[in-house]
T-cell receptor, first 111, second 115 residues
Framework: GQQVMQIPQYQHVQEGEDFTTYCNSS?????IQWYKQRPGGHPVFLIQ?????EVKKQKRLTFQFGEAKKNSSLHITATQTTDVGTYFC???????????FGQGTRLTINP | DTGVSQDPRHKITKRGQNVTFRCDPI?????LYWYRQTLGQGPEFLTY????????KSRLLSDRFSAERPKGSFSTLEIQRTEQGDSAMYLC?????????????FGQGTRLTVV
């Protein structure tokens, strides 16, 4: 079945440093979604990308969809302690229309 | 509307017992998903509904798991003859399911512990 691989699995940064997580697929994706899960919480939707090469920004967060629509990235500029959590990418599998999640990147921050 | 709600929040059961979880999605949402999440892992797809129709069930899911969504509103997930390996967080999510509006809204989850 369709799978998305996320790297890295873990990332520890100093507060103020940047952070990037990557999501890769072996097949072309119709769309990709990003979610954040705080420790002890549930996944919360951040954004959806559908167009080749699309770039969207939310304050310090920048989301990109690759030109070939096989990869995506989430970049956080100047991390803050509120950014702590696990970031997941998810894809909607066409045909089946089910939402499948990557393994996530867990971000911890040293204040 | 208060979002997706799940009940109970926590469940401790003895191995071999049956358990049932309930999910109430956002009222206008047609699509409802069940996921299982263990520590350090992403949500693992279990099954999903479009209105009252169950469209797919994960091949990884044993016959001990069954889900229903009568009348296309709330959903229940039942696990029969629970095993210790069933211990996990069970997450429910709903979405509009319309083109361009496929983002999922999650409930707080039901944490199952099988002892």
């Amino acid at each position: 079945g369709q799978q998305v691989m996320q790297i890295p699995q873990y990332q520890h940064v100093q507060e103020g440093e940047d952070f990037t997580t990557y999501c890769n697929s072996s097949t072309t994706l119709s769309n990709i979604q990003w979610y954040k899960q705080r420790p002890g919480g549930h996944p919360v939707f951040l954004i959806q990308l559908v167009k080749s090469g699309e770039v969207k920004k939310q304050k310090r967060l920048t989301f990109q969809f690759g030109e070939a629509k096989k990869n995506s990235s989430l970049h956080i500029t100047a991390t803050q302690t509120t950014d702590v959590g696990t970031y997941f990418c998810a894809v909607l599998v066409q045909g089946a229309q089910k939402l499948v999640f990557g393994q996530g990147t867990r971000l911890t921050i040293n204040p | 509307d208060t979002g997706v709600s799940q009940d109970p929040r926590h469940k401790i059961t003895k191995r071999g017992q049956n358990v049932t979880f309930r999910c109430d999605p956002i009222s206008e949402h047609n699509r409802l998903y069940w996921y299982r999440q263990t520590l350090g892992q992403g949500p693992e797809f279990l099954t999903y509904f479009q209105n009252e129709a169950q469209l797919e069930k994960s091949r990884l899911l044993s016959d001990r798991f069954s889900a229903e969504r009568p009348k296309g509103s709330f959903s229940t997930l039942e696990i029969q003859r629970t095993e210790q390996g069933d211990s996990a967080m069970y997450l429910c999510a709903s979405s509009l399911g319309l083109t361009g509006r496929t983002e999922a809204f999650f409930g707080q989850g039901t944490r199952l512990t099988v002892v």
